[in-house]
């Protein structure tokens, strides 16, 4: 895969304050990326500095093969972002907003209602967005970045203000952009959501990258043990299995010990009227890396 923002030893101060420290970061054309970690773990100052809007005090940042700092404008067009806050002037319809970004990116007014009916605001688009929901401005925030099909997408707290359905209908559009070959990376707090959206989880902590891979990856190096929960048809009695109100008995296993025991359970399937596999959440796996960083 073609590398499209590259990061190398790069560090941040403010001050005497470390916001970014020595970290080494690569994301290619075509994957979904998570970036995540608590408030002031660095995650907004590593986006400053990939868009170019702050300047790294050692290390080397490049988008698209430029120093996005110095970038030329042709460069930044074929960048979308979304910011945590979305502000916008609320006398002006969602089509003029919309025509003002798109004429920063050099872009025509036929560009306009494609991306407007492409987050479902096409029949809002010539209302003030005084009278636009969170949700709706939240989504006019998505319809800019989404402009020119731009080949990195950097969102930041991009489903805050999304009801359930209209979240799946984002991580669709998302999909989509990165099945297109677009490089996508989603800044979120929202670790349960992002769980199967996103082909890599990058964890951030005080600056630094404590973890960086697959889902798979994570837990293979966490070893967190595997929740395994069953409704026997009968009486069932077993040392290390816990009974719960409903009837039904749950056990953890460490990864390694999965399978022996599921080819234990299933040796006899009819005694089993259910059974529940329950692997590491992302959440799980956060809050493992924070508490191995802080030991």
Known sequence: MMKTVALE??????????????????????ETVALVGHNGAGKTTQIKMMLGLARPTSGSVRLLGFDPSTAA??????????????????????????GFYARLKGLDSRSLDPALAEVGLIGAADRAIGTYSKGMRQRLGLAQALLGHPRVLILDEPTSGLDPALRREFYAIVSARASEGATVLLASHALTELEGRAHRVVI??????????TLDDLRSAARLPVSVRIRPVGRFAAIGWRRLADGSFETEVAAGGKLPLLAWLLSDASAIADLTITEPTLDDLYAHFLRREAA
């Open 73 to 98: 404008s042709s460069i930044r067009a074929q960048v979308g972002y979304l910011p945590e806050s979305v502000s916008f002037h609320l006398a002006l319809t969602g089509r003029e907003t919309l």
């Open 9 to 30: 030893g790069v560090t941040k101060r403010y001050g005497s304050v470390v916001a970014v420290r020595d970290l080494d970061l690569a994301l290619h054309a075509g």
């Open 204 to 213: 951030l902590n005080q600056g630094q990258k404590i973890a960086d891979g």
